[in-house]
């Protein structure tokens, strides 16, 4: 079966800290694709990245980055310098070929607090 | 363009009544998924349409179903509402699978009492 944990529940950090968001998954599946998502207080949850399975590259887009390592199963957010506006929930997310019933399995979550 | 827009964005039902959520998908796309998120958790896989057939279904009652039209907005119905039900449901638009970036509604806030 497949599933993703998202451990940290809640971060708080003060502003222009970095913070690293984890995200362990599994899945038996040797094509899958990997996302993460970001939910603002307003609810809509809005698309940053997707990954997959056969593209290891770790990826940058401004204060964004992606480590993504098959090897631990895992693919980790990091947000350089944060700031206010980075405060939301974030999600980790997996699917596999064909959809796997067509469906996103989702992390739980993690509540990403930005103090000014 | 216009995003994927849901309607209503808020609701509130009793028990036992049955609600009807409604979600229009980006233009030109022809795939929406519905999904159930609690709060504090992650949303939860209801049904995927394309091209007005059903995909996917995920572990739901039978008193949730949906339908997609030939214009591709999509409805989702709930029936015999329970208090569990009380959640934001999402709706999300893709070109085709889910392989694909999933663009989000604000959902519809429904509150059962």
């Known amino acids: 079966a497949q599933k993703v944990t998202q451990a940290q529940t809640e971060i708080s950090v003060v502003e222009k800290e970095d913070v690293t968001l984890d995200c362990v998954y599994e899945?038996?599946?040797?094509?899958?694709?990997l996302f993460w998502y970001k939910q603002p207080p307003s609810g809509e949850l809005v698309f940053l990245i997707r990954r997959n399975s056969f593209d290891e590259q770790n990826e940058i887009s401004g204060r964004y980055s992606w480590n993504f390592q098959k090897s631990t199963s895992s693919f980790n957010f990091t947000i350089t310098a944060s700031q206010v506006v980075d405060s939301a929930v974030y999600f980790c997310a997996l699917t596999g070929p064909m959809d796997s019933n067509y469906q996103l399995i989702w992390g739980a979550g993690t509540k990403l607090i930005i103090k000014p | 363009d216009a995003g994927v827009t849901q309607s209503p964005t808020h609701l509130i039902k009793t028990r036992g009544q049955h609600v009807t959520l409604r979600c229009s998908p980006i233009s030109g796309h022809k795939s929406v998924s519905w999904y159930q998120q609690v709060l504090g958790q992650g949303p939860q896989f209801i049904f995927q349409y394309y091209e007005k057939e059903e995909r996917g279904r995920g572990n739901f009652p039978d008193r949730f179903s949906a339908r997609q039209f030939p214009n591709y907005s999509s409805e989702l119905n709930v029936n015999a509402l329970l208090l569990g039900d009380s959640a934001l449901y999402l709706c999300?638009?893709?070109?085709?699978?889910?392989?694909?970036?999933?663009?989000f509604g604000q959902g519809t806030r429904l509150t059962v009492v």
């Open positions: 999300a638009s893709t070109r085709e699978g889910l392989n694909t970036e999933a663009f």
């Open positions: 899945t038996r599946d040797t094509t899958y694709y």
